[in-house]
């Protein structure tokens, strides 16, 4: 029989709240959303940015909610003989709870966060610590000040390793957070010019990434993208805390070094030195980028205690997250084309390698290499000029037409040739049909852009137009 998550008598000492009514002896999960709720779930109704938890209290039970987590403030208002836990604070009840399950678990730690690869280093460690040890990870990317202390609240006491995502917009989001998470094994993805709106230069964003370090359990340890210029500052940090460092990527002499790579259109094959082993292996995503990354994946594996061969055996079977980097068969009726769908968020280092990826896709006799891109947002000063520097890594990857979309995208259209000038639209919506138009069999296209810049229903007309399948990586 399986265990709870967690039982109602420790989630009340936990959180520090007081019974009313009869809730759930035995509590299954963990929901902020009352439209997630399964039978025997506590809902925990905090206040969002833009709505009440506590109006949807209702719904939530009456979708079978085990309990409410509700306000002491707010109980009046709820419906009579509902099954509340009520407490002081939500929000802080929800941290109370998530402090409770990191001091409760035996599980090894590890806290993701960087400029690009975050979410996908994040499941590609899921992916293979779960062949390993019983594996609880950050869903999607809740990587926030809300999304941190709700995956460790939904961690089970049973679990061998955790993956816990870190993100920010700010410097300071990340110290609490790690703080929260108590780390055994820091990563740092990379460092790049991402949210510049809020930030002087890119020194200061390695110093924010760096306060994932501030939570380190003692004799942790930091893994950090040893290739880039800002190196330094993580490593310097790291040490201050006391940290074991360990550097991944191309340069000679990293603890995690890239030896060789082949990259194809759906898979690489990698030789590396990991940790003074050395160790072939495939990886079933493609991309520069991929490769690089799981350097960093199966350093955090050795660290945590984890197989080496066995992470490296399964990485043969990843395959990229939704919006980054599945593929998608087109059918056109007298032919096929390949959507690569990158359209989960976009800053000028993901852009780059999305396009990266885009040079090394197949095409048919008479079909073209197409980048759909969309604006980076949050970039502040340097918005057009970042923009405009990526014609160089199009033309690099042999990209045969562009069609780009928002007024930021409008200076890379600029920087084009006029053979490589798709079209310019305003909105994602307006490039649309023009883009539809366009494609033909044997095209390779791939979409990227910022979320605010709405690539991702390009994504889904194209799919839904040309009744698309998921594309199966061949073997290599």
């Known amino acids: 029989m399986t265990a709870p998550l967690w039982t109602l008598d420790d989630l009340v000492a936990a959180t520090g709240g007081r019974v009313a009514g009869v809730p759930s002896a035995e509590i299954g999960g963990i929901s902020i959303d009352s439209r997630t709720i399964s039978p025997g779930d506590a809902f925990f109704a905090i206040q969002g940015d833009a709505r009440d938890g506590h109006d949807f209290v209702e719904s939530a039970l009456a979708r079978g909610a085990g309990a409410c987590v509700v306000a002491e403030e707010k109980l009046g208002a709820l419906p009579e003989g509902g099954r509340y836990v009520v407490v002081d604070d939500v929000f802080e009840a929800l941290r109370r709870l998530a402090r409770a399950a990191r001091a409760r678990t035996g599980a090894r730690i590890v806290a993701v966060t960087g400029s690009v690869g ?13 062949d390993q040890g019983r594996t609880h990870a950050s869903v999607a990317s809740y990587n926030n000040h809300w999304g941190v202390p709700l995956t460790l609240a939904r961690m089970p006491a049973d679990c061998a390793f955790g993956i816990f995502e870190i993100g920010m917009n700010h410097a300071g989001e990340i110290a609490p957070l790690t703080a929260l998470v108590r780390p055994h094994v820091a990563v740092v993805t990379t460092v790049a010019p991402v949210h510049l709106e809020f930030f002087r230069d890119v020194e200061a964003i ?3 990434k760096a306060e994932i370090f501030d939570g380190l359990e003692p004799g942790g340890v930091a893994v950090v993208d040893g290739d880039v210029p800002q190196a330094g500052i993580l490593i310097d940090a790291a040490a201050a805390k006391g940290a074991r460092v360990v550097r991944f990527g191309i340069g000679e002499g990293l603890e995690a070094h890239l030896v060789r790579a082949s990259l194809q259109a759906d898979n690489s094959t ?10 072939t292996y495939k990886i079933g995503a493609p991309g520069r980028h991929v490769v690089k990354n799981s350097l960093a994946v199966l350093a955090t594996a050795v660290s ?9 055996l399964a990485l043969a079977a990843m395959t990229p997250p939704k919006g980054r980097g599945e593929r998608h068969t087109l059918r056109l009726g007298h032919g096929e084309a390949t959507l690569i769908d990158e359209s989960y968020n976009a800053n000028p280092a993901s852009m780059r390698a999305a396009i990266d990826l885009l040079g090394h ?6 079909g073209r290499r197409i980048a759909v891109l969309g604006d980076m947002l949050e970039l502040g000063s340097q918005g057009e000029a970042l923009h405009a520097s990526l014609a160089e890594a199009l033309v690099a990857a042999r990209v045969d037409r562009v069609f780009l979309a928002g007024p930021l995208m409008h200076a890379l259209w600029r920087a084009l040739s006029t053979d490589m000038q798709g079209a310019w639209a305003p909105t994602a919506a307006e490039l649309e049909p023009k883009l539809l138009a366009a494609i033909r069999p044997g095209d390779a296209l791939m979409i990227k852009g910022s979320n605010g810049s709405r690539m991702g229903p390009v994504v889904e007309a194209l799919k839904s137009r040309f009744s698309s399948t998921r594309a199966l990586a061949e073997d290599v």
């Open 118 to 130: 975050k979410t996908s280093t994040k499941e590609a460690l899921r992916h293979v610590l779960s």
């Open 206 to 208: 390695a110093e924010a």
């Open 270 to 279: 990698v030789m590396a030195t990991i940790l003074g082993d050395a160790i």
């Open 304 to 312: 945590v205690g984890a197989d080496l061969a066995r992470a490296g």
């Open 361 to 366: 896709a197949p095409v048919g006799l008479e």
